[in-house]
């Protein structure tokens, strides 16, 4: 099974930027589409946005020209770059496949806040 751990979240104005990245084990990473989600304090997981294993990406309206969505297959490795950071983007932020398949990880909390 696929270990995914989540980094680089924290505590940021609004406005800020902050960059996560998500390692995954197991080189089918390279070969699978992948996803950002995230879960705020009493809301369900959402959707933030998705990657192929090829590179195209997709966005929640919600983030979409503020947050990238990027991949180094090379290094197992997943990123979101997280810019205009609004208060209502606060989460504790995880990766998985696009279709949620493998193990949660422990997530990164980002809190946006003055």
């Known amino acids: 099974q696929v270990q995914l751990v989540e980094s680089g979240g924290g505590l940021v104005q609004p406005g800020g930027s902050l960059r996560l990245a998500c390692a995954a084990s197991g080189s089918i990473f390279r070969f699978t589409g992948m996803a950002w989600y995230r879960q705020a304090p009493g809301k369900q997981r959402e959707l933030v946005a998705t990657?192929?294993?090829?590179?195209?990406?997709n966005y929640a309206d919600s983030v979409k020209g503020r947050f990238t969505i990027s991949r180094d297959n090379d290094k197992n490795t997943m990123y979101l770059q997280m810019n205009s950071l609004k208060p209502e983007d606060t989460a504790v932020y995880y990766c998985?496949?696009?279709?949620?398949?493998?193990?949660w990880g422990q997530g990164t909390r980002v809190t946006v806040s003055s």
């Open positions: 998985n496949t696009e279709f949620a398949q493998w193990n």
């Open positions: 990657i192929t294993s090829g590179g195209s990406a």
